[in-house]
């Protein structure tokens, strides 16, 4: 089954905001099945829905734990609520308008927000994945050089840092909300025309290739090869410890590297969610970009696209379940959020939280350093 053609070959598609007008205009013809076009406008934004609203109550629920718990209050977690942030604003923002264009043939939401939305998401974008950066190379320093961190300041220098984060992504993104723009779109062979939002409407075949190679670079092959290096020298530490610790070793020393362990693993699991669902999105746009003179109007395409569409927005709503199967303490205080209407229930696990963070921390040899068994530093505490 295919799709119909088009007449304008250099309207390419957003790598971030797949336009389905095309799709939908060849829907109405008289060629599609009958059952197709109801189950594809209704289906697809109910998922977007289903997303959206578990994204909102995951990454919510992990802000407000993170805002009102004191215990949960340390670096990686104020990065991981930086995170959140992002996925939030991606998520009440980009994917309700990127459902809304299975259900209309035209843009609904005029020039600006042709170029805000873009901005937005690669804003999102952005922030994620130097997020994960800044994460693995907390975790670098927390493992394999402890003793370079210093416990003064450590949550404001973390605070300007995230906030750099913020800029950095927002200065990266200006380029989307400049050259996007609105485009009349015509269908061959009939007389339909519509108005869709495309990035670089009136440029040539060149943009595209070099907007869809710089994204796929700087948002996603140079960040996380240097989280990979960044874990390769975790785990090169993380297997000498293991290796020197004593058969009847301190057990303080013990929990240490378990705890190290724990946490390398939980920004390692985040780093593989979000390179597993954005490497499918980042291969189309590629795919499109270096296609220019051709449409791929084939039915395998569209729903790759879709695939892809939907498994970048699900990386928005997946974090704060991953954390919640990977941390105790996180689990507990999610569980009390979910369950705040039982008062008794809920002074429980706040009291065990305090009790399981109380019992992790010990004092350095250094009378002017306290260091905690997680990490090497009091500041990170309580962070599972």
């Given at each position: 089954?295919?799709?119909?053609?088009?007449?304008?070959?250099?309207?390419?598609?957003?790598?971030f905001l797949?336009?389905?007008n095309?799709?939908n205009?060849?829907?109405?013809?008289p060629?599609m099945?009958?059952?197709f076009y109801?189950?594809i406008i209704?289906?697809i934004?109910?998922?977007y829905g289903v997303?959206?609203?578990?994204?909102?109550i995951?990454?919510?629920t992990?802000?407000?734990?993170?805002?009102t718990?004191k215990s949960m209050r340390?670096?990686p977690n104020?990065?991981?609520?930086?995170?959140?942030?992002?996925?939030?604003?991606?998520?009440?923002?980009?994917?309700?308008v990127d459902?809304?264009?299975y259900?209309?043939d035209?843009?609904l939401?005029?020039?600006?927000g042709?170029k805000?939305?873009?901005?937005?998401?690669l804003?999102s974008?952005g922030?994620?994945v130097f997020?994960?950066?800044?994460?693995s190379?907390?975790?670098y320093?927390a493992i394999?050089?402890p003793?370079?961190?210093?416990a003064?300041?450590a949550?404001?220098?973390i605070c300007?840092?995230?906030?750099l984060i913020?800029?950095?992504?927002?200065?990266?993104?200006?380029?989307e909300?400049?050259?996007?723009?609105l485009?009349?779109?015509?269908?061959?062979?009939t007389?339909?025309?519509?108005?869709?939002?495309?990035?670089?409407p009136?440029s040539n075949e060149?943009?595209p290739?070099?907007?869809?190679t710089a994204?796929f670079?700087v948002?996603?092959?140079i960040p996380?090869?240097?989280?990979?290096?960044?874990?390769?020298?975790i785990?090169r530490?993380l297997?000498q410890s293991a290796?020197?610790l004593p058969v009847e070793?301190?057990?303080?020393v013990k929990k240490?590297i378990?705890?190290?362990?724990?946490l390398?693993k939980?920004?390692?699991?985040?780093?593989?969610?979000?390179?597993?669902?954005?490497?499918?999105n980042h291969i189309i746009?590629?795919y499109?970009?270096y296609?220019y003179s051709?449409?791929?109007?084939?039915?395998?395409h569209?729903?790759?696209s879709i695939?892809?569409?939907?498994l970048?927005f699900?990386?928005?709503?997946v974090?704060?379940?991953?954390l919640y199967?990977?941390s105790k303490?996180f689990?507990k205080?999610f569980?009390?959020?979910?369950l705040c209407?039982q008062p008794?229930?809920?002074?429980r696990?706040?009291s065990?939280?305090?009790s399981t963070?109380?019992?992790?921390s010990f004092k350095?040899?250094?009378p002017?350093a306290t260091?905690?068994?997680?990490?090497?530093n009091?500041?990170?505490?309580?962070y599972?």
């Amino acid at each position: 089954m295919a799709l119909n053609n088009c007449s304008h070959l250099d309207l390419e598609v957003d790598p971030f905001l797949h336009c389905n007008n095309t799709f939908n205009q060849s829907l109405n013809g008289p060629k599609m099945d009958n059952w197709f076009y109801p189950g594809i406008i209704y289906v697809i934004p109910a998922v977007y829905g289903v997303i959206i609203v578990i994204g909102l109550i995951g990454n919510i629920t992990l802000i407000k734990i993170f805002c009102t718990v004191k215990s949960m209050r340390n670096v990686p977690n104020l990065f991981i609520s930086s995170l959140a942030l992002g996925d939030l604003l991606l998520l009440v923002t980009c994917a309700p308008v990127d459902a809304s264009k299975y259900l209309a043939d035209r843009w609904l939401f005029g020039r600006i927000g042709c170029k805000l939305i873009p901005f937005i998401q690669l804003t999102s974008v952005g922030v994620s994945v130097f997020t994960l950066t800044a994460l693995s190379a907390d975790r670098y320093k927390a493992i394999v050089r402890p003793m370079d961190i210093q416990a003064s300041h450590a949550l404001m220098k973390i605070c300007l840092k995230a906030a750099l984060i913020w800029i950095v992504s927002m200065l990266l993104a200006i380029p989307e909300a400049v050259f996007s723009d609105l485009h009349p779109f015509h269908v061959k062979d009939t007389n339909q025309t519509f108005i869709s939002c495309a990035p670089y409407p009136h440029s040539n075949e060149l943009h595209p290739k070099i907007h869809s190679t710089a994204s796929f670079l700087v948002f996603y092959i140079i960040p996380l090869s240097i989280i990979s290096v960044y874990y390769y020298f975790i785990a090169r530490n993380l297997i000498q410890s293991a290796y020197n610790l004593p058969v009847e070793g301190n057990i303080h020393v013990k929990k240490q590297i378990e705890s190290r362990k724990r946490l390398a693993k939980t920004v390692l699991v985040f780093v593989g969610l979000f390179a597993f669902c954005w490497l499918p999105n980042h291969i189309i746009y590629l795919y499109r970009s270096y296609h220019y003179s051709e449409v791929d109007t084939s039915m395998l395409h569209f729903v790759t696209s879709i695939c892809a569409r939907l498994l970048a927005f699900t990386n928005s709503c997946v974090n704060p379940f991953a954390l919640y199967l990977l941390s105790k303490s996180f689990r507990k205080q999610f569980n009390t959020q979910l369950l705040c209407c039982q008062p008794g229930l809920m002074n429980r696990s706040h009291s065990t939280g305090r009790s399981t963070t109380c019992m992790t921390s010990f004092k350095s040899t250094n009378p002017s350093a306290t260091f905690s068994l997680i990490n090497g530093n009091i500041c990170h505490e309580g962070y599972v």
